[in-house]
């Protein structure tokens, strides 16, 4: 494909990608007779040129515009209730969530919370909450700012207590984005850190989904394909960004949210309560434990590290050379090897194990996690 024109894809999600793909947004909310949306970011991205352009063009079309953006970087409940009001007193009719997870997340339990008005957490999924998800949602958008999380294409939004920060998952079909204007220019300025940590995220959604335990050969052949992109494109895209790299890296993180439908694992389940216990950014935490996590889920799985390591083009076709490749792309992007060197101390490995426990991710990694475990891996990673 080329990187200078804009495409359409349906999956099932319309998805309008490539440079320039945020120019047709007034088009859209235009012909679907959209006057008065919400706009859901986090404060740094509302105080960057590029929001702010997106903004101005919105107005220039007559469009009335609320930017909603007091949010946390690890999004908690209350986000949400606050956003809810906002959108209570402002008379909008339709949501765009601008950003990368955080912000899609908030946007995302907004959309549910606006006709959906008992306690936030009686839809959570892993309590079979989304049973409850059964009235109208308002028209919902979505735009990437980063390569990460691929929550834009997702249907569920990751949001944790307040006071206990345990993650909830909200879910339904009901909450995926009528359309995604996926725009890799919007992603030129992120800073290399922010690039890496996010890249490593998506790596980990392709690598963890390809392993889960269930069985979803659609989402294994995505998972391969979002490998091999991610390969072909993280250490340009950190190091020296231009639009291919930043076009590849932008469709691999998208793959790895469609391929996760599958399951997440173990590493997911490392890094979750880094974030909720010490506020690391979810990308880093994934990006420091995806070695350690994958050289735990070896022993059994080594065909499936065959095809890992095969799509990586490793001349060893063995886990232990993926585990090796890891710590290597960690390197070339500036991404500590080690918990100590992002905040993590011994007394907090306990506090992580139990966290961790909880953790909704590991059911469906494919060999059993103990917290004992868990507390090796951590200390390993230490």
Sequence with gaps: MTFD????????????????????????????????????TDPTIASLPFFKAIVNDLQAHHISVEVFSDIHKNPVKSDVYKGGDVWDNTSRDSIIGIGGGAALDVARAIVLRVNHREDLFKYDDLIGGDIYVTNDVPHFITIPTTSGTGSEVGRSAIIADDETHQKKILFSPKLMAQIVFADPVLTMDLPPFITAATGMDALTHNMEAFLAKNP?????????????????????ATNKPDIESRSKMLMASMMGAIAFQKGLGVVHSLAHPLSSLLDT??????????????????AGFEDKFRRIART????DETGEAVVKYLFELNTKVNIPHH??????????????????LADFAHPNNPKPVSREDFKQLYLKAL
Excluded: W
Excluded at 216 to 223: F, S, T
């Design 312 to 315: 990586l083009e490793l001349k």
């Design 281 to 298: 950014h979810h990308g880093l935490a994934n990006a420091v434990n995806i070695p350690y996590g994958m050289e735990f889920n070896i």
């Design 5 to 40: 024109k804009v495409y359409q894809y349906n999956f099932p999600t319309t998805i309008r990608f490539g440079a320039g793909a945020i120019k047709e947004l007034p088009a859209y909310l235009q012909k679907n007779g959209l006057k008065r949306p919400m706009i859901v």
């Design 216 to 236: 979803h050969p659609l989402c294994d052949g995505i998972a391969l394909e979002g490998i091999s992109l991610i390969k072909d494109s993280l250490e340009r």
């Design 339 to 356: 918990l100590r060197d992002i905040g993590v101390k011994p007394e907090h490995i306990e506090t992580l194990a139990d966290l961790a």
